[in-house]
C-alpha cells in the first residue's frame, strides 16, 4: 500500500510539473501566433530583438538531451551491477547538467530584452527560469544519488 501511495504521488507530481510547463507553452503559443494590438500585432513584439534559437539555445539542448543518455545508461549500468559504469554516467550526467546551468546563466545576463519586456520577455524567464530551477534540483538529487552509489547504497 505504501509503495501504491508513492507511486501515484509521484505520478500526480510529474502530472501537475506537465501541466505547468504547458500552461508556459500555452502563453507563449497563444501570444506568437495572435498578437494584441499592446505588443504591436507583431510577434516578436515591437522592440524585441529575439534570441537565435541556433545558438546557445541549440547547444544547451543537445547538453541536455546527452544528459538524459548518459543518466539513462547510468541507470541501466545499476541494474546490470556495473558500479563503475553507473557512477561514470552519473559524474557526466552532472557535469552536463552543471555547463547546462551556467550557459543558461550567461543567455540570461546576455539576453537582448528583460523579463519586464511584454509577454515575451516575461514569459522567457519564467519558462526557461523554472526549467534551470529543475535542473539544479535535479542536480543536487544526483548528486546524492552518486554519493550513494559511491557508499554502495545501491543495488542491482
Not at 110 to 119: G, L, Q, T
Request: hydrophobic share 55%.
Amino acid at each position: 500500500a505504501v509503495q501504491q501511495g508513492l507511486r501515484m504521488g509521484m505520478i500526480l507530481f510529474i502530472v501537475s510539473e506537465i501541466m505547468f510547463f504547458f500552461a508556459f507553452f500555452w502563453a507563449f503559443f497563444t501570444s506568437s501566433l495572435s498578437p494584441v494590438f499592446n505588443i504591436g500585432g507583431v510577434w516578436p513584439p515591437a522592440g524585441i530583438e529575439a534570441i537565435s534559437p541556433w545558438g546557445l539555445p541549440l547547444l544547451n539542448t543537445i547538453i541536455l538531451l546527452s544528459s538524459g543518455a548518459s543518466v539513462t545508461w547510468a541507470h541501466h549500468a545499476i541494474v546490470g551491477g556495473f558500479k563503475k559504469d553507473a557512477l561514470l554516467g552519473l559524474v557526466i550526467t552532472i557535469i552536463f547538467a552543471v555547463i547546462f546551468t551556467g550557459l543558461q546563466g550567461f543567455e540570461y545576463v546576455n539576453a537582448p530584452f528583460a523579463m519586464s519586456d511584454s509577454v515575451y520577455g516575461s514569459v522567457f524567464f519564467m519558462a526557461t527560469g523554472f526549467h534551470g530551477f529543475h535542473v539544479i534540483i535535479g542536480t543536487i538529487f544526483l548528486f546524492g544519488c552518486a554519493f550513494r552509489l559511491y557508499l554502495d547504497h545501491f543495488s542491482r
